[in-house]
């Protein structure tokens, strides 16, 4: 069964370092999200991706994040200065359509730890 | 805004006891449903959805109704076993919010033998 594969699955940087989160959705999928989930707390809403462009994101996607999609297979979250608020799990997700009976794909996630 | 409320856990129960995780929740339309699970270490793997009123979502023993008349998607099994131990997460999706998923703060629920 295809599945969302997200590199690395750890991470550990010194605070205002830059990290690059990597995920390869499935691959006829079209929609792309990112959420996190700081350790003990829920899984939260960053950002969604359509068309090679933002189509929504949270109140916590700040400038000091951002997305991508280099090449047909990969998607990138960037934190250009981590925090220590920054430390926790990130999941990636990718769906087909973008219709709410449409189930979304979880990726293992990465762990960040910013020490 | 919509959001999702789950019962506080840990839940421990022993194999074969009667499994439910309740959740509520708050939409200004009519999302769908959704029950994730997450074994240790792992990510999150779909249970089962609901994708309007009434609907039941079912899957490896697992069962949930959408009821909209009580906002509410409980997760329920007649019997668990030592493998069901993980955290569920519910959670809800909806055109109107680009559908994005908004999560409870997940149950971990512990089966002892």
């Known amino acids: 069964e295809p599945e969302v594969t997200q590199t690395p699955s750890h991470q550990v940087t010194q605070m205002g370092q830059e990290v690059i989160l990597r995920c390869v959705p499935i691959?006829?999928?079209?929609?792309f999200y990112w959420y996190r989930q700081i350790l003990g707390q829920k899984v939260e809403f960053l950002v969604s991706?359509?068309?090679?462009?933002?189509?929504?994101k949270s109140e916590i996607f700040d400038d000091q994040f951002s997305v991508e999609r280099p090449d047909g297979s990969n998607f990138t979250l960037k934190i250009r200065s981590t925090k220590l608020e920054d430390s926790a799990m990130y999941f990636c997700?990718?769906?087909?359509?973008?219709?709410?009976?449409?189930?979304?794909?979880f990726g293992p996630g990465t762990r960040l730890t910013v020490l | 805004g919509d959001s999702v409320t789950q019962m506080e856990g840990p839940v421990t129960l022993s194999e074969e006891a009667f499994l439910t995780i309740n959740c509520t929740y708050t939409?200004?339309?009519?999302?769908?449903l959704f029950w994730y699970v997450q074994y240790p270490g792992e990510g999150l793997q779909l249970l089962l959805k609901?994708?309007?009123?009434?609907d039941k979502g079912s899957n490896k023993g697992f069962e949930a109704t959408y009821r909209k008349e009580t906002t509410s998607f409980h997760l329920e099994k007649g019997s668990v076993q030592v493998s069901d131990s993980a955290v569920y997460f519910c959670?809800?999706?909806?055109?109107?919010?680009?559908?994005?998923?908004?999560f409870g703060s997940g149950t971990k629920l512990n089966v002892k033998p």
């Open positions: 609901a994708t309007k009123a009434d």
């Open positions: 691959s006829n999928h079209l929609y």
């Open positions: 939409a200004t339309g009519y999302p769908s």
């Open positions: 959670a809800l999706s909806a055109v109107y919010n680009f559908n994005k998923f908004y």
């Open positions: 997700a990718s769906v087909w359509a973008s219709g709410s009976t449409d189930t979304q794909y």
């Open positions: 991706f359509y068309n090679n462009e933002i189509s929504e």
